[in-house]
C-alpha cells in the first residue's frame, strides 16, 4: 500500500440520510472526491460532487483504487474540525458511508488498520443494535452481541446458552425464525424474542414473542433479534438441571445390559477430560468410544469444535447417538469401523482419547499420537499392568512429557445405617503432549 494516500472519512448515517447529519458532516459528504457505501447506503445520499464506488465484498479493490490514484498532499496526523466541509477544488478526502457505528461490526477498524489510523477519521451514528434496545426498553451493556454474518449459528447458540441478554445481526440465509429453531432444537426455550425490522424508517416494526411463535414467522432482511432471559430461568432445560459438563453419574448414560458398566468410571472420565485439556474449539477422537460418555462430556466441553467417536461395535454407535440425544449436543459423529483405518479421512485431532485392554492399544496410541496437532494431548486409559508399560513406551518415543496415574476407586454406600466402600477395579492414565 502506497504512504501516498487519500484522507478517509468513516461515517456512519442511519435510514433518514443525510438529514440527520451534523451539517459539517453533509458537507464533507457532498464534497469528497470519492464516496463509497454499499447500494442501499447510497441510495441514502443525493448526488454529490466526486465519484461513486459501490461496496460489495470488494473491499480491496478500493483500497488498490487508492493506492493507484494520484492524490493530494495531507497534513500528517487525523483530520480536525476546521477541516471539515473546507473543500479546495479536488481536496484528496474520501467518505466511507456506512449504516450505524462504523465501528460495531463496520469497516471501521479494517480499514484503519490497512490504511493507517492517521488517514483515518471516524464519525459515528446510532447503531441499529442501540436503537434495537432503546425500543424493547432494556440496557445492553452486559448483553452479548453478535453478527451472523462472520459467526456460525452453532458457535452463537452455545454462547446464548448462558446469557443474560443477547442482541443478534441476523442474514437473509439466517433469519430470526432460523435462530428460533436452532435455540429450541437445543432445548433453550426460556428467552423473550423481539425482532426490530427496519429501524428506524417509516416502516420500521417490533415483533415480540415466544422463541415457538418467532420460528412460525418471516421477516424483513433488515432487522435485529434481541433476547431477554426470563426471570430465575435455568441455563439448562428441566431435564438437564444437575447435570454436569464432565464427570456425570455412569447411570446418565444408556448402555447396553451385556456390557453395563464397562464405559470409563465418572471419576476416571473426569480426569482424563482434565488431562486432555480440550478448548471451546477442539477436535477431538475418542478411540473405542463405547456408549459415548467420553465423547459426549467432550463434545460439551468444546461446544464449537467436533468429537469423533470412533466405535467398531453396531449397537454401541446407536448408544452414542442416544446418549448425545440425551444430553443435548450436536457436536458428536459416530464413527462407525476399527482403529486406525476409521479414522483416516478425519481431520487432525487436538485430543484423542484411548481407553482398551489388548495388545494393540500401544499400536493405536503410537499412531494416534503421529495425527496430533502441535501441542495436542493424548490420554489412553488402561487395565493392565502391561498395558500401562507397552502406552508408556510407544508414546514415549514421540515426547517426554509423559505423566502416568494410577486409580483405585472405592465408592461408598449406605448398608443398614453405615457406609461400606466397594472397590473399582484398578485403572492406568497415561497422558502425554505433542511437543
Not at 431477554?228 to 456425570?248: C, H, K, Q, T, Y
Not at 442416544?322 to 483416516?344: C, K, M, Q, S, Y
Request: charged share 25%; aromatic share 6%.
Amino acid at each position: 500500500m502506497s504512504t501516498h494516500l487519500p484522507r478517509v472519512s468513516i461515517i456512519g448515517i442511519g435510514s433518514d440520510g443525510l438529514d440527520a447529519v451534523a451539517a459539517s458532516v453533509r458537507e464533507r459528504i457532498l464534497n469528497a472526491d470519492l464516496v463509497a457505501g454499499d447500494s442501499r447506503t447510497l441510495a441514502l445520499v443525493p448526488a454529490s460532487n466526486g465519484e461513486r464506488f459501490v461496496l460489495g465484498s470488494n473491499i480491496d479493490a478500493l483500497l488498490d483504487y487508492f493506492d493507484k490514484k494520484s492524490w493530494p498532499d495531507q497534513k500528517p496526523g487525523k483530520a480536525t474540525e476546521a477541516d471539515v466541509g473546507t473543500p479546495e477544488g479536488s481536496n484528496g478526502e474520501v467518505v466511507v458511508l456506512v449504516t450505524g457505528d462504523p465501528l460495531f461490526y463496520g469497516l471501521a477498524r479494517y480499514l484503519c488498520d490497512r490504511l493507517g489510523d492517521d488517514h483515518c477519521e471516524i464519525v459515528p451514528h446510532v447503531s441499529s443494535m442501540q436503537l434495537a434496545f432503546a425500543r424493547v426498553k432494556e440496557s445492553w451493556d452486559e448483553a452479548y452481541l453478535t453478527d451472523l454474518a462472520n459467526r456460525s449459528l452453532d458457535m452463537v447458540v452455545e454462547r446464548i446458552r448462558t446469557a443474560e441478554k443477547v442482541g443478534i445481526f441476523t442474514t437473509s440465509q439466517c433469519s430470526p425464525a432460523d435462530v428460533a429453531v436452532a435455540l429450541l432444537a437445543r432445548k433453550i426455550d426460556y428467552f423473550n424474542a423481539y425482532v426490530c425490522e427496519n429501524l428506524g424508517a417509516r416502516d420500521e416494526r417490533v415483533t415480540s414473542g415466544s422463541l415457538q411463535e418467532i420460528a412460525q414467522q418471516s421477516f424483513e432482511s433488515l432487522n435485529v433479534m434481541i433476547l431477554i432471559r426470563m426471570a430465575n430461568a435455568p441455563d439448562r432445560p428441566p431435564e438437564l438441571v444437575g447435570r454436569s459438563l464432565f464427570g456425570n453419574p455412569d447411570e446418565l448414560f444408556a448402555q447396553s445390559k451385556p456390557k453395563q458398566g464397562l464405559l470409563t468410571p465418572s471419576e476416571v472420565r473426569a480426569v482424563a477430560l482434565s488431562q486432555l485439556r480440550l478448548g471451546v474449539s477442539s477436535i477431538v477422537w475418542d478411540v473405542g468410544a463405547g456408549c459415548g460418555s467420553v465423547s459426549v462430556e467432550a463434545a460439551q466441553l468444546a461446544p464449537s469444535g467436533q468429537v469423533y467417536a470412533i466405535e467398531r461395535d453396531v449397537e454401541d454407535q446407536q448408544l452414542i447417538r442416544l446418549n448425545a440425544d440425551r444430553f443435548g449436543v450436536t457436536n458428536v459423529t459416530p464413527v462407525l469401523g476399527a482403529a486406525p483405518e476409521a479414522w483416516h479421512d478425519l481431520p487432525d485431532p487436538d485430543g484423542v482419547f484411548i481407553e482398551g485392554s489388548g495388545k494393540e492399544i500401544a499400536r493405536i496410541a503410537d499412531l494416534a499420537f503421529v495425527r496430533l496437532r502441535a501441542g495436542g494431548r493424548l490420554v489412553a486409559n488402561v487395565v493392565s499392568i502391561e498395558g500401562l508399560h507397552e502406552v508408556r513406551q510407544s508414546v514415549a518415543q514421540h515426547t517426554n512429557q509423559v505423566q502416568v496415574r494410577m486409580f483405585n476407586i472405592a465408592r461408598g454406600t449406605d448398608q443398614l445405617g453405615r457406609i461400606r466402600f466397594d472397590s473399582l477395579n484398578p485403572t492406568f492414565l497415561i497422558s502425554a503432549t505433542k511437543e
